[in-house]
């Protein structure tokens, strides 16, 4: 991410700017690929699948794959797991690589709340026991006009959304990772308010598209990506997708959300690729995809046009 103010740590970050890292020789030949309780147990229903395993590395049951990509190539894993925006694990983009490995992924609960008839803390094996495991190989585009093709492993957000009964007040799902300063020692110099928020209107949260991811490249969520489980959202900038969720709560109205709070003239609520929509200092119509040497135009959507009828009527620059 880019804000205009940077943090104290943000001095030693030669990364801030994507165009930065050519500079970064060894940052460089690595993007080349070169060197380098249960209050629902009820609503649950039947397994299908065991729950994920909690290791890092673990392999996981997945029970069905699909190819959302355009048939692009994959990211390398190497690059995917070293290149990560995490600020609570530092600021620069190989920070969370090396800095993540103090966050416990298990046990890990997640407290439902607001406007729903089934509020409670849930453990997260329980709120992954009744669904199957599917990968999904996804383009990733960040606002910083780099991206990734991920696959990631997971289960439909408006699926688990669902189980909590949300009632008709129920306008907006607001996201909460993780805050602990045991855990995140760095956190402090991040430079934005924590714990990070995130927010989706709920017809977007509902929407097929939008995934809660628990693995990547069939294994475990690596920590710098959010481990135990994040929201991937491919039609978004990476910045929604927030990581590492331990709240969630049903609302009625626009939830706060980290960067728009940070410089709401940059991040906008939606944040929905857009070519069309230039970030105040840099355009946004092409994007370099990590690895590649040259740059490639950025799609509409991020190439996900079935999500255009979510914005029917609305004005993509008022509500960027
Ligand atoms: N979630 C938290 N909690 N903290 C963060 O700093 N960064 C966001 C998003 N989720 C972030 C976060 C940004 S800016 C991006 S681009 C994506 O995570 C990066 O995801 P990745 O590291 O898996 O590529």
Redesign the pocket.
Known sequence: ?LIRIPPPSAVRSGEITPEASYRNRRRFLADMGIGAVGLLTAACGDAREAPAPAAANAALTIATRSERAGGETVTPIET?TT??????FGTNKED?SHNAGTLKPRPWAVKIGGECELPGTIDLDTLLKPHAIEERIYR?R???AWS?VVPWAGIPLGEVLKRFKPTSKAKYVAFE?IYDKAQMPDAKW?G?ELP?VEGLRIDEAMHPLAFLSIGMYGKVMPN???APL?LTLPWK????????IVGIRFVETMPPT??NKLQSSEYGFFSNVNPEVQHPRWSQKSERRLGELFKRPTLMFNGYPEVASLYAGMDLHKFY
Not at 83 to 88: D, G
Not at 237 to 244: M, P, T
């Open positions: 991410m995917v290149y990560n925006n995490y600020y609570e969370p990733h960040c606002v910083e990734i990772t991040s934005i990070y710098q990506n959010g994040r900038y990476g910045f929604k997708s927030i990581k590492s980290t960067w």
